[in-house]
């Protein structure tokens, strides 16, 4: 192997391996889980085991519904839901924080926007597009999450540097380089916050709208189990999803961390030269 | 031969209590790789004249000449140094100088030659792959120094540059800058509060009252090199400074 694969292999290692502190955090959630089920009866509250069982029997397929079916539609819909979120708020952030005139005329629709109740989002959703599959879900996602993650954005545009910027100008930086290597770089901490927030939010969102008007999802599948007195399997479906976004939300971190490496590098250098 | 004219310029901000004149119908003159200094208390307009020249702020009217031509502001070559370093924290010492060279739109090929350069001549060659954090504070206004310098500019921009160094760094900085100068041949806009600063620099200095007015300009009369701490120069130092008080009471 080349050194320049090795070194590769190596950063895609230290993006993927699991850290100590997150090991611990995973196991303090798993004994928590289980002591508070002592307190319940298994119907209401199940243990690890019980729990751990009720997945097995989702993820191999022994309900009425398909796993990669459910599954895979409800991570559809997050997936565009949450990139067309990300989308919007980064536009519409960035515009609120780059021109305060424009930010006075954005604000105010945005404010509505975020006042919406997901719930009147996902009826609208139903009653402009009728029962669709894949539109309705993507829609309430996108309309409730976006605003938020917009708050997030243009607040972090107003962190930015002006004497940076002016700097720029004053070199006669493009405006690509300017937006480049001056604006993003400081808005970046702020995106990835975004992102983890939307990320969370959106398959919740996905839910709701599917337990609305569709015939497919998660969503689908956990109402149709809580109609039927099965406790056990609505939280045993829930559970897949929530690892994932879990594991998408470890990922988003460590790409941050290593946007962020000249902080760390900095910071050593300067420790050990102290 | 004149590098810089300014002719009648005048800026206005709009403040709170109505608009608020900075200065009005100002005439500056650098010659040809001269040393000027503005002198000027604190909020006189001294930065904003920088910036009017940079093209960072327009003027409201008044006109800019380069090399005895008319032009746009900021559209000559110049490098500006401002009292902070304004680095990018995110981008080590030689990738700040690179980001100035693409932004003047100098050939990607003699990028590499010019941070070398540069950095040695500012005393930094070993920090080319450092981040600002990991630099001193005089060490940081150095490459803030090199990447003015890098961009081969006929006139130096530089705004109290000095003015958040401890006194033996300042000094050194001070003599760095005066051996680069005579080296380069650009002409310096230096603006400072610190009447030392002016003399020991600057071939003429013009003063600047609270109005923006220009109230006194004067050639240094004393031969290069010079000895810091001459006794001739701070009897200079100490009659411009009854001068500038005088006119500022």
């Given at each position: 192997m080349s050194t320049d694969d090795d070194r590769r292999f190596r950063s895609l290692r230290t993006i993927t391996a699991p850290r100590p502190a997150t090991v611990v955090s995973v196991l303090t959630v798993l004994a928590g889980w289980q002591l508070f089920s002592t307190f319940f009866s298994p119907y209401r509250f199940p243990g690890l085991w019980t729990l751990a069982g009720n997945v097995t029997t989702v993820l191999s397929g022994g309900t009425r519904f398909d796993p990669f079916t459910q599954f895979g539609a409800t991570v559809a819909r997050v997936a565009v839901g949450f990139g067309l979120s990300m989308m919007f708020s980064t536009i519409w952030g960035v515009a609120m924080g780059a021109r305060s005139t424009l930010g006075e005329y954005l604000s105010g629709p945005l404010f509505v926007l975020l006042t919406v109740p997901s719930v009147v989002w996902a009826f609208v959703g139903v009653i402009w597009f009728g029962l669709t599959e894949f539109l309705v879900p993507v829609f309430v996602v996108t309309l409730v999450v976006f605003p938020y993650l917009t708050v997030v954005v243009w607040e972090g545009m107003g962190d930015v540097d002006e004497s940076l910027v002016e700097m720029a100008e004053a070199f006669g930086a493009s405006t690509a380089a300017t937006w480049r290597y001056v604006y993003l770089p400081q808005l970046r901490p702020h995106l990835f916050g975004a992102a983890r927030i939307g990320l969370a939010v959106s398959w919740k969102l996905a839910l709701v709208a599917e337990v609305f008007g569709s015939a497919t999802g998660v969503g689908v599948a956990v109402k149709h189990h809580f109609e039927t007195f099965e406790n056990g399997m609505v939280l045993a479906w829930a559970v897949p999803m929530m690892a994932l976004i879990y594991g998408a939300d470890r990922l988003l971190r460590r790409v941050e961390r290593r946007a962020a490496r000249w902080k760390s590098e900095a910071t050593e250098r300067q420790g050990a030269l102290e | 031969m004149t590098r810089l004219r300014i002719n009648g310029a005048t800026k206005r901000f709009e403040g709170?209590?109505?608009?608020?004149?900075?200065?009005?119908?100002?005439?500056?003159?650098?010659?040809?790789?001269?040393?000027?200094?503005?002198?000027?208390?604190?909020?006189?307009?001294?930065?904003?004249?920088?910036?009017?020249?940079?093209?960072?702020?327009?003027?409201?009217?008044?006109?800019?000449?380069?090399?005895?031509?008319?032009?746009?502001?900021?559209?000559?070559?110049?490098?500006?140094?401002?009292?902070?370093?304004?680095?990018?924290?995110?981008?080590?010492?030689?990738?700040?100088?690179?980001?100035a060279l693409e932004a003047a739109g100098v050939d990607a090929s003699e990028h590499d030659r010019r941070i070398r350069t540069w950095l040695e001549r500012v005393g930094l060659a070993d920090e080319r792959d450092s981040y600002p954090r990991q630099l001193s504070g005089g060490q940081r206004q150095r490459v803030g120094l090199a990447r003015a310098l890098a961009v081969g500019p006929e006139l130096l921009l530089m705004d109290e540059p000095f003015s958040s160094l401890d006194a033996v760094t300042a000094r050194n900085a001070r003599r760095n800058l005066l051996d680069l100068w005579a080296d380069t041949g650009a002409s310096v806009f230096f603006v400072t509060h610190d009447v030392h600063e002016a003399v020991v620099l600057s071939d003429r200095i013009v003063f600047m009252n609270g109005d923006g007015d220009v109230f006194e300009a004067v050639t240094v009369p004393h031969d290069r090199p010079r000895e810091f701490d001459d006794p001739a120069l701070r009897e200079t130092e100490a009659e411009l400074t009854r001068t500038f008080f005088e006119e500022l009471e």
């Open positions: - | 709170v209590d109505g608009p608020l004149t900075v200065f009005e119908g100002l005439d500056l003159v650098i010659g040809d790789g001269e040393f000027v200094t503005v002198m000027g208390p604190s909020g006189c307009g001294k930065t904003t004249l920088l910036n009017a020249v940079a093209g960072v702020v327009d003027l409201d009217t008044g006109t800019i000449e380069f090399g005895g031509e008319p032009v746009e502001p900021g559209a000559f070559p110049f490098g500006y140094v401002f009292q902070e370093p304004r680095l990018l924290e995110w981008r080590t010492a030689g990738q700040n100088i690179a980001f």
